[in-house]
């Protein structure tokens, strides 16, 4: 098959041109091919014909006016006047692109690099984003000064951007943007320039002793250094600069940093010492320093703000085992005001067995303060339970830096009662005898109902009918339960009490017992 293609004489391209006339080209012929005409049209009564004295064949070929899709027909001949057909198209495109918009510079932070920004025109066929730079003035067409980038691949009407990298520091580049079609037309440039000739391209922000993590309302030591283009210390600067500070992932919000303004302090060799900064809420924030005659500024790493401490409030110091109980805890700085924006982590745990004193291998029902579980910097616990018996402390400490932690004051934990149950009489009668021994047992027990297997506390019994045992202290063997001997010492129908030596709140009463006097009848033999 013979081929046919039609080609822009500029870029070659088979199918896009800018021109109307355009380059013919066939090869391929059958051997006994003579000639071909072509036309716009199957008539080719008014073509000229060109005799083919090599294969391939070009001509130069005028299509009709007007953009589109164009198809042109080639008729070949041969010795014989025998004719074929061949076809090709070719899209007329004259018309240029529209420009980009929003066209924007700045210097990437303490760098020699420019970041250029731009809307992409609208057009349906773009093709490309054509930066051209000069240092002398903007290029005037797309072929003037150097070329810095052309951006393919590009979205109508999206954003876009470039950035000129390896720049010299004291020169003002001048860069003009086209956007240019499918076809190679181009549009009309848009100029914008910057001036690396400024000593200062940003700042470094850090603390002094090299440590990001700080304690909320804390007095610490902050360094801002000057950067001139390449990073390297500014040495000449002497501005003054703000010190806006802002909020990083999820911290809910910012308080206030103080120094506001470096203008109280000087820049000695490019370098600002401030040694008295300070932040009075907790989080993650960034510094950000801005020249305020320039407008150049940069943003520090991440700081992040822990409480000094945590107030802690608990609703009663004695609580049962296994109960739960409520706590509030106020995450605070170094002058005791709460920290708004502190959003944890935080760990709970016990911190001291205060009595006993060894390890009684409890456990809190709530030991992680995630971020959910703050609001404006105060945590409220409603479900918080310790099962065992004795007095502790619970401390609260920050996951980030666990040296900042308050504790509670002491925490005791007692039964919630004592469950006394009495041996029956034996089963002919519902009473005892005066001066009979009747057991009981006395089990300390929890929220639960359950015995407490590590109460150590000590009981008295009260009542004034019964000859009672002495006061008890229970051991880990018994395991919260121990059994007992009492006697009535005459005719009654009471109760007796038994009552925490130290929680006089902690009495639980008897069931009721009879107490009936007894004959002894002897039978002779």
């Not at 060799?269 to 008295?276: K, L, Q, W, Y």
């Amino acid at each position: 098959a013979i081929d046919f293609d039609l080609l822009d004489q500029t870029t070659l391209s088979t199918e896009y041109t800018t021109n109307q006339i355009v380059t013919a080209r066939l090869s391929n012929f059958p051997d006994d091919a003579t000639s071909f005409k072509i036309s716009n049209t199957l008539d080719f009564s008014s073509s000229t014909s060109i005799a083919i004295t090599e294969d391939p064949m070009s001509t130069t070929h005028t299509l009709t006016s007007g953009d589109g899709l164009k198809t042109v027909y080639a008729e070949i001949r041969d010795a014989s006047g025998n004719t074929q057909i061949a076809t090709s198209s070719i899209t007329l495109d004259t018309e240029a692109p529209s420009p980009v918009t929003d066209l924007t510079i700045q210097q990437v932070e303490s760098t020699n690099q420019l970041l250029l920004t731009w809307t992409n025109p609208s057009d349906s066929d773009l093709y490309s984003i054509v930066i051209r730079y000069s240092i002398s003035g903007y290029p005037a067409t797309y072929e003037d000064g150097s070329e810095a980038s052309e951006v393919t691949g590009v979205t109508p009407s999206a954003e876009s951007e470039y950035t000129h990298q390896e720049l010299e520091m004291g020169n003002t580049y001048y860069y003009t943007v086209f956007a240019k079609d499918n076809a190679g037309n181009y549009s009309s440039g848009e100029n914008v320039s910057y001036d690396l000739s400024s000593p200062l391209s940003g700042f470094k922000i850090e603390p002094t002793d090299g440590n990001y993590t700080r304690v909320s309302g804390e007095d610490f030591s902050l360094t801002i250094t000057a950067l001139d283009g390449n990073g390297e210390t500014s040495e000449t600067y002497a501005g003054t600069c703000t010190i806006d500070i802002a909020a990083v992932n999820t911290t809910p919000g910012v308080g206030i940093f103080t120094p506001a303004t470096t203008t109280e302090y000087v820049f000695t060799e490019g370098v600002c010492v401030i040694a008295n900064a300070n932040y009075n809420d907790a989080g993650e924030v960034q510094l950000t320093v801005t020249d305020d005659e320039t407008n150049i500024g940069s943003s520090s790493s991440v700081f992040t703000f822990v409480p000094y401490d945590y107030g802690i409030e608990i609703d009663e110091t004695n609580q049962i085992v296994n109960a739960p109980f409520t706590m509030t805890i106020t995450s605070r700085n170094a002058l005791g005001e709460t920290c708004e924006n502190y959003t944890g982590p935080a760990t709970l745990s016990i911190a001291e067995y205060v009595n006993p004193s060894e390890d009684q291998e409890g456990s809190i029902t709530v030991t992680t303060l995630s971020s959910s579980s703050w609001e404006s910097g105060v945590c409220a616990i409603t479900t918080i339970s310790y099962d065992k018996w004795g007095t502790i402390k619970i401390k609260c400490s920050d996951d980030t830096q666990n040296s900042q932690y308050s504790l509670t004051e002491d925490l005791s934990f007692y039964p919630k009662e004592y469950k006394i149950t009495i041996v029956t009489p034996p089963a002919d009668r519902e009473y005892f005898y005066i001066n009979e021994s009747f057991e009981i047992t006395v089990a300390a027990i929890d929220y639960n109902d359950i015995s407490i297997p590590n109460y150590q506390g000590t009981i008295k019994f009260i009542g004034d009918d019964f000859i009672m045992p002495d006061n008890y202290t229970f051991t880990l063997q018994d395991e919260g339960i121990k059994s007992f001997y009492l006697q009535g010492g005459f005719e009654t129908e009471n109760t007796f009490n038994v009552e925490d030596t130290i929680n006089s709140d902690l009495t639980t009463t008897s069931p009721s017992l009879i107490i009936k006097e007894g004959n002894i009848r002897v039978y002779g033999i």
